[in-house]
């Protein structure tokens, strides 16, 4: 069984040691990797694998988190600070509406999807496995929409409630470092030219 209170105490011991080092960090993307880096070993029911039906057969055990940025022309999201994406998708624009990062975009809420078989508007944009648990949370500040914070598993129901909950304080951290380093003001020197689009599950347009 889960150890609840011992997760929470990792929780906040993880938000201790991120703001430590996020505030000595050189740039936005470099502060967000904190965070990215943190919740997959941390987020989730380690367990979840052993129980019969959560894993499907071939597939090996796999959690990735990334920021979906919201462009300056609020146009896509881009995929800033991935952890266990592969490398050309660092930097991909996903088309604004796209899937249940475009719902978060529109409806500013988050969603936590324990089984991702369980709802058929899901899409695939993430390539390094098909998330079968999947926590999405919008990020704000002031009111305005930033991007949203992800974190996925290829483990169906690896997460709960309680890491739903841990999400939202991460996303209010990552808010905050977000806009400390300047974040909005990097977005608008990028080419975004330069940058792969995806607008559905199919291969990305080249650079």
Known sequence: MRDVNTFRENVLLAIERITGDAAIDSGPEQALWRVTRTLPSLMGDSAAAAIPGNLAPGVIPASASTMFMLT?????????????????????????????????????????????????????????????????????WKNTYLGTLICASSVRNTFSEIDMSAMHAFAGLTAALWIGHGGPAWLKTLDYSRFPERTDESAPSPR
């Open 72 to 140: 300056p022309d609020q146009k896509h999201h881009l995929i800033v600070a991935p952890v266990n994406f592969p490398p050309e998708q660092h930097y991909e624009k996903v088309v604004i509406t796209l899937g249940h990062p475009g719902h978060v975009a529109s409806t500013r809420r988050g969603f936590l999807l324990r089984d991702t078989s369980h709802h058929e508007s899901f899409v695939k944009i993430l390539q390094t496995f098909r998330g079968a648990s999947a926590m999405l949370v919008p990020m704000s």
